[in-house]
């Protein structure tokens, strides 16, 4: 398992991660949700013990990554966000070189590369140079190397990143298989559906700091029945704003002159009394958008914003 | 660090260089191409050869004289002489297969002897200038000095002839081989009573002997060759050291610091397989130098390890200079920063002995300029096994300590920047 405890990482004056703690047990797919620059890199740095912290303790099945780096290591599978691989090798031979490097017999990687190659659809590939191959099959195999030495402990970090729809799902059904292996998945993200559908448990992280955690029926229900009402059009002024403010359960999350976002109790029962509170406030409706309780209105209830900005 | 994680690196580092022999070959190709230029340069295009037919029509030991001439040197280094029939000999010369023909008529020993004239033919190719006229020249001097002997001995030597020859004669054969054997005392008697006219006495020589010289001077192209090879490790060193912006911009490095086979590993898995590139070249280098510059075949197994030795320590300086800069290009202009200078002051580019003292003075004390000398030692057998092993111990050593500031630089700021 994973152990991260007031984690923090400084660059100069910038707070990349900001006292960030979680626990992400054996055989659980643990997400961090955030928006890019949200310091979900900088956190799985730390962890993999590519990144120093400036603060706080980060453990792997026990071991400390500053203390005990080696044994730490070598429980770790790492998948970067940016692909990790010799282009001038093939499928096969980049698999056995990662393999090398974590210290597995010759034997056995023989095996386990003819397996891998299999499981990622490139038994066909193996042995063609991987600068021919499409930006899928390299995704594909960037993840075959995290796996290869049947790491306790995956480390993912936006493995899905500008990866055709085909790929996408091949790659999560693979992350799906890891952990029910009884692997600890440490997956980074900042797609809400990628993050709502693959992962047992989410921190949503923000300006380096983790700002919501739980399972997801922890974090809907911090939603309450709340659904995310947008609304497009023009609202001068805060007078819309106020307006709205007097309505009982009610919250104006976000508010412009071109849009606001509220969060309301049974929005479709209360849409005419929020169209005429900005009606009367000089403001007008040109289009709504109603969302029922997900991710995306927690994070912009609890952020301001939507994930995407 | 395991041995097995730098095994399997420095099989991967092959393998890549292997995918991309177009880098390799050029490594290959320059000291190939300098010691082909080299080698011409040394061969400077020769001396011409060409053949002189000679078609006897006497043979006595007179018109046997006169072939014999051009079968000593100097004029055996220019010509091939070769017997013919004279009918063989006019055929060769029309298809233009030889310099020049000599015809000696039957009778020319006679006619020499009886100071009688004779008529002597050369055929000249028109299609050559310098050997044919060579071989006109050395006939003239000849026809000279068979008027020179007639004049100075001519009397005694055909008195002398004609009473061998009476002797001879009853026998019925002139030309036997007493008849030669006589005659030939005869002419060295002629030839000591007048020496004390040829030689004149009165000129006395004094012999200075010359400083003497090594026995074994190097000539300047067997000194420019290790030069040349270590200009081509240099370039080979660079190429080397620019393999960690490709491991860096393509992840991997990133990915080798969060695995336990450590940066360390993968360096030194880097290094053996720059090494065994560079054994391979300075092989083939050394082999050339052996085959065409006389360099002693023995000396090629120390050569080549101090080529290996000498070929890491520079990869590891470049190395440690582009981890110093702040992208590809930037580390690629810094090693060529640093590359030139050390080429040109080293003796790399310009042999030590063709330098200015001054500047031999300060190149041999850098790095290259060392182990160019090292080499050079080794090559021209200058070095005892003792200097060679504490040089070798001296380059393994560098290049490993600075292996280890590389990999400490390459885990730190390098990979995080």
């Given at each position: 398992m994973i152990q991260v405890e007031e984690l923090s990482k400084r660059y100069g004056d910038l707070l990349a991660v900001d006292r960030v703690s979680f626990s992400a047990p054996p055989g659980a797919i643990f997400g961090l949700l955030g928006p890019n620059g949200a310091g979900k890199s900088t956190t799985i740095g730390c962890v993999s013990g590519l990144l120093e912290p400036s603060s706080g303790r980060v453990s792997v099945l026990g071991h400390d990554v500053r203390t005990d780096a080696r044994a730490a290591k070598s429980a770790l599978g790492i998948v970067p966000q940016e692909l990790a691989l010799y282009e001038d090798l093939s499928a096969a031979e980049n698999l056995s070189f990662w393999g090398a490097a974590y210290g597995m017999p010759r034997a056995d990687l023989e095996a386990r590369t003819a397996e891998l190659l299999r499981l990622v659809g490139l038994a066909d590939r193996a042995r063609e140079p991987i600068k021919k191959f499409s930006g899928g099959m390299k995704r594909r195999l960037n993840f075959a190397c995290g796996v290869v030495h049947r790491p306790r402990v995956l480390l993912l970090d936006e493995p899905t990143v500008g990866v055709d729809p085909q790929s996408r799902v091949r790659l999560l059904e693979l992350v799906r298989e890891e952990a029910r292996g009884g692997?600890?998945?440490?997956?980074?993200?900042?797609?809400?559906?990628?993050?709502?559908?693959?992962?047992?448990?989410?921190?949503?992280?923000?300006?380096?700091?983790?700002?919501?955690?739980?399972?997801?029926?922890?974090?809907?229900?911090?939603?309450?029945?709340?659904?995310?009402?947008?609304?497009?059009?023009?609202?001068?002024?805060?007078?819309?704003?106020?307006?709205?403010?007097?309505?009982?359960?009610?919250?104006?999350?976000?508010?412009?002159?071109?849009?606001?976002?509220?969060?309301?109790?049974?929005?479709?029962?209360?849409?005419?009394?929020?169209?005429?509170?900005?009606?009367?406030?000089?403001?007008?409706?040109?289009?709504?958008?109603?969302?029922?309780?997900?991710?995306?209105?927690?994070?912009?209830?609890?952020?301001?914003?939507?994930?995407?900005? | 660090m395991s041995p097995a994680f730098v095994l399997a690196a420095a099989k991967k580092d092959l393998l890549r260089r292997a995918r991309d022999p177009w880098a390799f070959?050029?490594?290959?190709?320059?000291?190939?191409?300098?010691?082909?230029?080299?080698?011409?340069?040394?061969?400077?295009?020769?001396?011409?050869?060409?053949?002189?037919?000679?078609?006897?029509?006497?043979?006595?030991?007179?018109?046997?004289?006169?072939?014999?001439?051009?079968?000593?040197?100097?004029?055996?280094?220019?010509?091939?002489?070769?017997?013919?029939?004279?009918?063989?000999?006019?055929?060769?010369?029309?298809?233009?297969?030889?310099?020049?023909?000599?015809?000696?008529?039957?009778?020319?020993?006679?006619?020499?002897?009886?100071?009688?004239?004779?008529?002597?033919?050369?055929?000249?190719?028109?299609?050559?200038?310098?050997?044919?006229?060579?071989?006109?020249?050395?006939?003239?001097?000849?026809?000279?000095?068979?008027?020179?002997?007639?004049?100075?001995?001519?009397?005694?030597?055909?008195?002398?002839?004609?009473?061998?020859?009476?002797?001879?004669?009853?026998?019925?054969?002139?030309?036997?081989?007493?008849?030669?054997?006589?005659?030939?005392?005869?002419?060295?008697?002629?030839?000591?009573?007048?020496?004390?006219?040829?030689?004149?006495?009165?000129?006395?020589?004094?012999?200075?002997?010359?400083?003497?010289?090594?026995?074994?001077?190097?000539?300047?192209?067997?000194?420019?060759?290790?030069?040349?090879?270590?200009?081509?490790?240099?370039?080979?060193a660079q190429g080397l050291s620019d393999d960690v912006w490709r491991e860096k911009a393509e992840g991997t490095l990133r990915r080798a610091i969060s695995s336990p086979g450590s940066v360390l590993g993968l360096f030194a898995g880097k290094l053996l397989a720059g090494a065994v590139l560079l054994l391979l070249v300075a092989l083939l280098a050394l082999s050339i130098g052996a085959a065409f510059f006389g360099f002693p075949w023995s000396s090629l197994p120390a050569g080549c390890l101090w080529l290996v030795g000498s070929g890491l320590l520079l990869t590891t300086i470049l190395t440690l200079v582009q981890l110093f800069a702040s992208s590809q290009r930037a580390g690629h202009l810094l090693t060529n920063t640093v590359l030139f200078p050390m080429v040109m002051l080293g003796g790399s580019f310009f042999p030590f002995e063709v330098m200015p003292a001054?500047?031999?003075?300060?190149?041999?004390?850098?790095?290259?300029?060392?182990?160019?000398?090292?080499?050079?030692?080794?090559?021209?057998?200058?070095?005892?096994?003792?200097?060679?092993?504490?040089?070798?111990?001296?380059?393994?050593?560098?290049?490993?300590?600075?292996?280890?500031?590389?990999?400490?630089?390459?885990?730190?700021?390098?990979a995080r920047a």
């Amino acid at each position: 398992m994973i152990q991260v405890e007031e984690l923090s990482k400084r660059y100069g004056d910038l707070l990349a991660v900001d006292r960030v703690s979680f626990s992400a047990p054996p055989g659980a797919i643990f997400g961090l949700l955030g928006p890019n620059g949200a310091g979900k890199s900088t956190t799985i740095g730390c962890v993999s013990g590519l990144l120093e912290p400036s603060s706080g303790r980060v453990s792997v099945l026990g071991h400390d990554v500053r203390t005990d780096a080696r044994a730490a290591k070598s429980a770790l599978g790492i998948v970067p966000q940016e692909l990790a691989l010799y282009e001038d090798l093939s499928a096969a031979e980049n698999l056995s070189f990662w393999g090398a490097a974590y210290g597995m017999p010759r034997a056995d990687l023989e095996a386990r590369t003819a397996e891998l190659l299999r499981l990622v659809g490139l038994a066909d590939r193996a042995r063609e140079p991987i600068k021919k191959f499409s930006g899928g099959m390299k995704r594909r195999l960037n993840f075959a190397c995290g796996v290869v030495h049947r790491p306790r402990v995956l480390l993912l970090d936006e493995p899905t990143v500008g990866v055709d729809p085909q790929s996408r799902v091949r790659l999560l059904e693979l992350v799906r298989e890891e952990a029910r292996g009884g692997t600890c998945v440490l997956y980074t993200t900042h797609y809400m559906e990628e993050a709502e559908t693959l992962c047992d448990l989410l921190a949503i992280i923000d300006h380096g700091k983790v700002i919501a955690q739980g399972t997801m029926a922890e974090l809907r229900a911090m939603l309450g029945e709340r659904d995310l009402l947008r609304l497009n059009g023009t609202f001068p002024g805060d007078a819309a704003k106020k307006a709205l403010s007097a309505l009982e359960d009610l919250e104006v999350v976000q508010a412009s002159p071109e849009q606001l976002t509220l969060s309301v109790r049974g929005a479709t029962k209360r849409l005419p009394a929020v169209f005429s509170a900005i009606a009367q406030a000089g403001g007008e409706v040109r289009e709504t958008t109603l969302s029922q309780p997900s991710l995306e209105s927690l994070f912009i209830r609890l952020t301001g914003k939507e994930l995407r900005e | 660090m395991s041995p097995a994680f730098v095994l399997a690196a420095a099989k991967k580092d092959l393998l890549r260089r292997a995918r991309d022999p177009w880098a390799f070959l050029l490594w290959l190709g320059i000291p190939l191409l300098l010691g082909l230029l080299i080698g011409m340069m040394n061969r400077g295009g020769g001396k011409p050869r060409g053949r002189l037919l000679v078609a006897d029509g006497d043979g006595t030991f007179l018109s046997h004289a006169v072939s014999s001439a051009f079968a000593q040197k100097p004029l055996s280094e220019m010509f091939d002489v070769e017997s013919v029939d004279e009918a063989r000999g006019r055929e060769r010369m029309d298809q233009g297969d030889a310099s020049a023909l000599v015809v000696l008529p039957k009778g020319f020993g006679r006619a020499v002897l009886r100071d009688e004239p004779c008529r002597l033919e050369l055929v000249l190719n028109p299609s050559q200038r310098i050997l044919p006229a060579i071989a006109e020249e050395t006939l003239g001097v000849m026809v000279e000095a068979v008027f020179y002997a007639q004049r100075v001995a001519g009397d005694r030597l055909r008195a002398a002839f004609e009473r061998i020859a009476d002797d001879a004669g009853a026998a019925g054969e002139t030309w036997t081989e007493a008849f030669v054997a006589d005659f030939g005392v005869e002419i060295r008697r002629s030839l000591e009573r007048v020496s004390k006219y040829l030689s004149p006495p009165a000129i006395r020589v004094d012999a200075v002997q010359p400083p003497a010289e090594p026995a074994s001077k190097p000539s300047f192209v067997s000194l420019f060759f290790p030069s040349m090879i270590f200009m081509a490790f240099f370039f080979m060193a660079q190429g080397l050291s620019d393999d960690v912006w490709r491991e860096k911009a393509e992840g991997t490095l990133r990915r080798a610091i969060s695995s336990p086979g450590s940066v360390l590993g993968l360096f030194a898995g880097k290094l053996l397989a720059g090494a065994v590139l560079l054994l391979l070249v300075a092989l083939l280098a050394l082999s050339i130098g052996a085959a065409f510059f006389g360099f002693p075949w023995s000396s090629l197994p120390a050569g080549c390890l101090w080529l290996v030795g000498s070929g890491l320590l520079l990869t590891t300086i470049l190395t440690l200079v582009q981890l110093f800069a702040s992208s590809q290009r930037a580390g690629h202009l810094l090693t060529n920063t640093v590359l030139f200078p050390m080429v040109m002051l080293g003796g790399s580019f310009f042999p030590f002995e063709v330098m200015p003292a001054w500047m031999a003075s300060i190149g041999r004390k850098t790095p290259n300029g060392w182990a160019l000398e090292g080499l050079k030692s080794i090559l021209f057998a200058r070095a005892s096994a003792g200097e060679i092993g504490v040089g070798l111990l001296a380059l393994f050593l560098g290049s490993f300590l600075l292996s280890a500031v590389c990999s400490y630089r390459l885990r730190g700021a390098f990979a995080r920047a």
